[in-house]
């Protein structure tokens, strides 16, 4: 079994150093290269997108102990990535700050993290959540259906079989976050119904 891991790291860690500059790439200036989700799992996509919406999004400084305090990627739930997204973010640093990854089923433990992935498990305490972390610089993101539209900031989805995102850059701003024109001109903005929850 560990020696599939590392076969597995391996490959992925690969996958990273092929990839990742062109996924870079397609978040600068263009959506996801054709055909990568068959590449990588989509789960692997999706550990590299979180690490690259650190990227295009500014957080307020207040968010940060020190100018290059961790910027921490949480993961609430069920950890659909394994070691993809360890792998993501393994010696990268963003906005001056490195990456770590920290996991919980509970919110709180996640409170100060500055990107907290929803996992598709807590779908249905979702309005829940998003209203623990109101009020809180944190960048939401999720796959459940209609994510961005209940109050979280980005929300992935698949057109066919290609990577998509949905941004409430309502949500977004009320956060405090700045997200840049580069990310929301490649995301597809929706209204949030936070006011309904």
Same mark, same amino acid.
């Given at each position: ?74 993961? =609430? $739930? ?5 070691? @993809?997204?360890?792998?993501?973010? %393994?010696? *990268? &640093? #963003? ?54 539209? =209940? $109050? ?5 989805? @698949?057109?066919?079989?290609?990577? %998509?995102? *949905? &941004? #409430? ?29």
């Amino acid at each position: 079994m560990a020696t599939l891991k590392r076969a597995a790291s391996r490959r992925f860690s690969s996958w990273r150093s092929q990839w990742l500059p062109i996924v870079c790439v397609a978040l600068a200036v263009a959506s996801p290269p054709a055909g990568s989700a068959q590449t990588l799992s989509e789960y692997g996509l999706k550990a590299v997108f979180l690490f690259n919406f650190t990227k295009f999004v500014e957080w307020p400084n207040e968010a940060f102990a020190a100018p290059n305090a961790p910027l921490c990627i949480g993961v =609430l $739930g069920d950890d659909p990535f394994g070691e @993809l997204l360890d792998e993501a973010v %393994r010696g *990268e &640093i #963003s906005r001056g700050h490195p990456l770590t990854v920290r996991r919980a089923r509970d919110v709180m433990p996640l409170r100060e993290c500055h990107v907290v992935f929803i996992s598709r498990s807590e779908e249905s305490r979702v309005a829940e959540i998003l209203e623990e972390l109101d009020g809180v610089p944190t960048l939401t993101v999720g796959d459940s259906q209609g994510f961005a539209r =209940l $109050g979280g900031v980005i929300g992935f989805y @698949l057109e066919g079989n290609k990577l %998509r995102f *949905e &941004i #409430s850059h309502s949500a977004a701003r009320r956060k405090e976050l700045k997200i840049s024109s580069q990310l929301l001109s490649l995301g597809k903005i929706v209204e949030q119904r936070w006011s309904e929850h």
